[in-house]
């Protein structure tokens, strides 16, 4: 059973409602969950579940219309905006299906980029961040390609370097959307397994939203959006497990 106090994240009565008309979209109900330390855990759900939206409130990207999400038992919503900037930047990385790379700056200028654009006296120096950088792009199978423009690297290369850009902070979460989901089936496979290889050596705690079932059932859980909830199929197995 996963204990409380030992969730990096947790969620409680999450809802996220968008206004449409005169009418409310709940797209999240009530949502409760907690993700422990170390735990890979992939989300899954048709289109349009909300899939994006959680993760977007887990990485403090947007509010919820309610509820909380407790990061090392912190609530994250209460917090000033400096700290969430910082949450944003340092405890957590990104991994979008579209990246936001900069396609003029090259890849290693884009990986660097987190670590420079910190607020006023905290970004890192130059060299440093470089120097940090260089060792992300080794891990992702880069080192070859710092100094291309990340506008010409294919899709699986603009991936890797997203992955290594997001962490370059040396982040505790990895919250990732579909990071697969725009790459030929062998390329996302070797991104797949990237994915869960960078999970294990950088010690992290991960959220995967993924179409992929294969690479779903290789993490520790699976979270089924469906109807504003995870599924009972989750409720059951949860429930088997403590
Ligand atoms: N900013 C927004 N304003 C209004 N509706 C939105 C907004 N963002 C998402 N939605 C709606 O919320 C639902 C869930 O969206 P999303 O989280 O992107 O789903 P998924 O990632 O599972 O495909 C969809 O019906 C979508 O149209
Ligand atoms: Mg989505």
């Given at each position: 059973m996963l204990l409380l106090r030992d969730a990096i994240i947790r969620a409680e009565n999450l809802t996220k409602k968008y206004r449409s008309g005169d009418t409310d979209l709940v797209v999240l109900n009530r949502i409760e969950f907690a993700v422990a330390r170390g735990e890979r855990v992939a989300v899954t759900g048709a289109s349009g579940s909300g899939k994006s939206t959680l993760l977007h409130l887990l990485g403090a990207l947007d509010r919820p219309s309610s509820g909380q999400i407790y990061f090392e038992g912190s609530d994250?919503?209460?917090?000033?905006e400096e700290e969430m900037a910082r949450f944003r930047n340092r405890e957590v990385g990104y991994v979008w299906q579209q990246q936001a790379l900069l396609?003029?700056?090259?890849a290693l200028e884009n990986v660097m980029m987190p670590l420079l654009v910190r607020g006023p006296g905290q970004g890192m120096d130059r060299s440093s961040a470089e120097r940090q950088a260089r060792v992300l792009l080794d891990e992702v199978g880069l080192a070859a390609r710092g100094s291309h423009r990340a506008g010409e690297l294919s899709g699986g290369e603009q991936q890797r370097v997203a992955l290594a850009r997001a962490l370059v902070t040396r982040p505790k979460l990895l919250l990732a959307d579909e990071p697969t989901g725009n790459l030929d089936h062998a390329t996302g496979e070797a991104v797949a397994a990237l994915l869960g290889q960078v999970h294990r050596t950088h010690g992290l705690t991960s959220v995967i939203v993924t179409h992929n079932l294969e690479f779903a059932k290789s993490c520790d859980r699976v979270l089924q959006l469906e109807r504003g909830d995870f599924s009972p199929r989750e409720a059951e197995s949860s429930s088997r497990a403590s």
């Open positions: 994250i919503f209460a917090w000033k396609p003029e700056f090259t």
